[in-house]
């Protein structure tokens, strides 16, 4: 298999697009399309100062990083800021943090790390230990959401950077398709629209698949942990995961389809203006459409 732009040995075939990529050109096609992106998300002509990178350590938001600090770097009117939330969750969050401090070293850029612990008083591990029961992602996302938003507004950052990429994109979309929740779909980043107290989030990988995200790290050389969380199996989306995969598999291009609808639908949505007021929640004061955020909602639910 050779490379269909210049003959070279190939070391990746895009099924989706027919091609196939030498060891350069798929880095190129990569980074083109995180270029694409970042152009399209971020007003550089509009004295961006300030851009949040959320890192976990693990492969995407390290790719995520690298390729921010390789792209915007060369601008000296940019300041680049990592941040990590560490939700506590013992043999996997402790270890990823030590690798995103490592990158962050490696790159000369400043790391920010806020812990659920310091922050709401418990810890992942403990919030599960109370409630076996409870769905551990429908408390964690909401505080680290949450808490990512204040480090990076702590920071006065314009941008927040997520290292979402197409598989998770796709999957999102298709979640909320089996709700038929259009409020959350509105909501799905990349934001065009400034909402007070909240910092504006870009997502420069939506369109690269993740094996892809992974074959750029591991071509580059950007060391990242593989760890998967303890509490992912009991994910609502790894049902949407695996029905995305199977599809792809027959229908290569499918989680670009699905990531393209959802874009669609954002767009039709938009010029009507809806579901952009927020509050602020009664209990703690973050921005929300509801009286009450989800985060204090859910706390309220965690047993003593």
């Known amino acids: 298999m050779n490379c269909s732009k210049c003959g070279k040995k190939a070391v990746y075939e895009a099924r989706y697009s027919g091609m196939n990529y030498c060891e350069d050109h798929f880095a190129e096609s990569v980074e083109s399309r995180f270029k694409t992106e970042i152009r399209k998300q971020i007003r550089i002509g509009r004295e961006v100062k300030t851009?949040?990178?959320?890192?976990?350590?693990?492969?995407?938001?390290?790719?995520?990083?690298?390729?921010?600090?390789?792209?915007?770097?060369?601008?000296?009117?940019?300041k680049i800021v990592a941040i990590t939330v560490d939700e506590g969750i013992e043999g996997y969050r402790n270890l990823e943090l030590e690798s995103a401090r490592k990158l962050c070293d490696d790159l000369g850029v400043e790391h920010k790390v806020i812990?659920?612990?310091?922050?709401?008083?418990?810890?992942?591990?403990?919030?599960?230990?109370?409630?076996?029961?409870?769905?551990?992602?429908?408390?964690?996302?909401?505080?680290?959401?949450?808490?990512?938003?204040?480090?990076?507004?702590?920071?006065?950052?314009?941008?927040?950077a997520l290292g979402i990429n197409l598989d998770d994109y796709a999957q999102s979309v298709l979640m909320?398709?089996?709700?038929?929740?259009?409020?959350?779909?509105?909501?799905?980043?990349?934001?065009?629209?400034?909402?007070?107290?909240?910092?504006?989030?870009?997502?420069?990988?939506?369109?690269?698949?993740?094996k892809e995200v992974l074959i750029y790290s591991i071509l580059q050389g950007i060391k990242v942990d593989r760890l998967s969380c303890p509490y992912a199996g009991r994910?609502?989306?790894?049902?949407?995961?695996?029905?995305?995969?199977?599809?792809e598999e027959k229908h290569p291009g499918t989680a670009y389809a699905i990531a393209k609808f959802g874009e669609e639908v954002k767009?039709?949505?938009?010029?009507?203006?809806?579901?952009?007021?927020?509050?602020?929640?009664?209990?703690?004061?973050?921005?929300?459409?509801?009286?009450?955020?989800?985060?204090?909602r859910n706390m309220k639910q965690i047993p003593a």
Request: with cysteine; hydrophobic share 35%.
């Open 51 to 78: 851009v949040a990178v959320a890192l976990s350590g693990g492969k995407d938001s390290s790719v995520l990083l690298y390729l921010i600090k390789k792209v915007l770097g060369k601008n000296k009117k940019i």
């Open 115 to 160: 812990s659920f612990k310091s922050k709401y008083g418990t810890t992942m591990d403990k919030v599960v230990q109370s409630d076996p029961s409870t769905i551990p992602c429908s408390h964690c996302g909401p505080m680290r959401r949450q808490s990512m938003n204040l480090l990076a507004t702590q920071a006065d950052a314009d941008y927040l």
């Open 176 to 210: 909320n398709v089996i709700k038929g929740d259009t409020v959350r779909m509105s909501r799905l980043a990349p934001h065009e629209n400034q909402q007070e107290g909240l910092v504006k989030r870009i997502i420069p990988l939506w369109k690269i698949p993740e």
């Open 235 to 247: 994910a609502e989306r790894n049902e949407i995961r695996e029905i995305i995969s199977g599809l």
């Open 267 to 296: 767009k039709s949505i938009a010029p009507a203006g809806r579901y952009t007021h927020l509050g602020n929640c009664r209990i703690c004061g973050t921005p929300t459409t509801s009286d009450i955020c989800s985060v204090c």
